[in-house]
């Protein structure tokens, strides 16, 4: 068989989900940024814009492929983030989809930030009118449309909305990730906006088990179509700050800092959509989540493999 294609290998959750991946088979990891050889994994360095021979070929004979690639800062500080995203989000995707088989199984990652946050504490569901706020999340409602075009043509595609996913390998500008960073440095915790604001928080392993489930559903002629991956759950911010302060045994502080327009106040996840296609749905357990983070950057906390 033909190995399975992850785009954006190099990322936060590409980079687990081709270890996961690779158990079960050949995978063909695609990045423009370097990646360490792994067994059952070949490697390409290639840009997804740069029509290479090497990634059109992986693409038009994977039985299944995983985009994940994209610009994915929600507050990138560039003046020209907006030409970024159209590049990397929306032409990137469109360049995929025109090399990908046509009997093949695809899955594109989109965004929780499509719905805009949550109203009124109701979980955002998959039927919900989009409202994009910043260029971050209206680059995920293009790439939302091309897929919803190829989808039309009879093509399998899943669009998978991520809500916040973190644990190790987490981008350092992402909050959980500063914060521990700061709280190790004796440096007050940068909240934006309130310490009340609520995520739908996903822990990285359980994410990546999903996508790789929801691959295999795809690859099976399941009809998925659009589905959100998260818990079901809001944790307050502040309760995240006390957890770092438990798990390194040290005081910290938050100082709250005004939020761009782009940051919503709360995100929840309906999950009824991904129970009914997987027979259930990640739990993020707070404390153990921030543990395997910080040990993965360094700290000398010992966790256990789970």
């Known amino acids: 068989m033909a190995p399975v294609v992850v785009t954006g290998s190099a990322g936060f959750l590409g980079r687990l989900l081709v270890e996961a991946l690779a158990e079960r088979g050949p995978v063909v990891a695609i990045d423009r940024l370097p990646q360490a050889p792994r067994p059952g994994?070949?490697?390409?360095?290639?840009?997804?814009?740069?029509?290479?021979?090497?990634?059109?070929?992986?693409?038009?004979?994977?039985?299944?492929?995983?985009?994940?690639?994209?610009?994915?800062?929600?507050?990138?500080?560039?003046?020209?983030?907006?030409?970024?995203?159209?590049?990397?989000?929306?032409?990137?995707?469109?360049?995929?989809?025109?090399?990908?088989?046509?009997?093949?199984?695809?899955?594109?990652?989109?965004?929780?930030?499509?719905y805009g946050g949550s109203r009124d504490g109701r979980p955002c569901a998959e039927a919900d009118p989009l409202r994009p706020r910043g260029g971050y999340a209206r680059?995920?409602?293009?790439?939302?449309?091309?897929?919803?075009?190829?989808?039309?043509?009879?093509?399998?595609?899943?669009?998978?909305?991520?809500?916040?996913?973190?644990?190790?390998?987490?981008?350092?500008?992402?909050?959980?990730?500063?914060?521990?960073?700061?709280?190790?440095?004796?440096?007050?915790?940068?909240?934006?906006?309130?310490?009340?604001?609520?995520?739908?928080?996903?822990?990285?392993?359980?994410?990546?088990?999903?996508?790789?489930?929801?691959?295999?559903?795809?690859?099976?002629?399941?009809?998925?179509?659009?589905?959100?991956?998260?818990?079901?759950?809001?944790?307050?911010?502040?309760?995240?700050?006390?957890?770092i302060g438990r798990v390194l045994g040290a005081p910290v502080r938050a100082v709250v800092e005004p939020a761009a327009d782009a940051e919503v106040e709360h995100t929840l996840a309906d999950t009824a959509r991904l129970r009914e296609l997987l027979g259930w749905v990640p739990r993020t357990d707070i404390d153990e989540l921030v543990a395997r983070q910080a040990a993965w950057t360094g700290t000398g906390i010992v966790v256990a493999a789970g």
Do not use: Y
Request: glycine share 8%.
């Open 139 to 243: 680059s995920k409602v293009a790439v939302e449309r091309l897929c919803a075009a190829r989808a039309a043509s009879g093509a399998r595609v899943a669009v998978v909305r991520p809500f916040t996913v973190a644990g190790e390998g987490q981008r350092p500008g992402m909050a959980l990730a500063r914060w521990i960073a700061a709280a190790r440095e004796g440096r007050p915790l940068q909240v934006f906006g309130s310490p009340r604001r609520t995520r739908d928080l996903t822990d990285v392993r359980q994410a990546v088990r999903a996508l790789v489930e929801l691959g295999e559903l795809v690859a099976a002629e399941v009809p998925v179509g659009t589905v959100n991956l998260g818990t079901g759950t809001a944790v307050r911010l502040g309760d995240v700050v006390a957890a």
């Open 41 to 114: 994994v070949t490697t390409l360095r290639a840009d997804l814009l740069d029509d290479d021979p090497r990634v059109r070929a992986a693409l038009a004979a994977a039985p299944v492929v995983h985009h994940l690639a994209g610009c994915p800062d929600v507050r990138d500080p560039r003046p020209d983030a907006d030409r970024h995203r159209r590049r990397d989000n929306v032409l990137a995707t469109r360049a995929v989809l025109a090399d990908v088989g046509p009997d093949a199984a695809l899955v594109v990652a989109s965004s929780s930030s499509v």
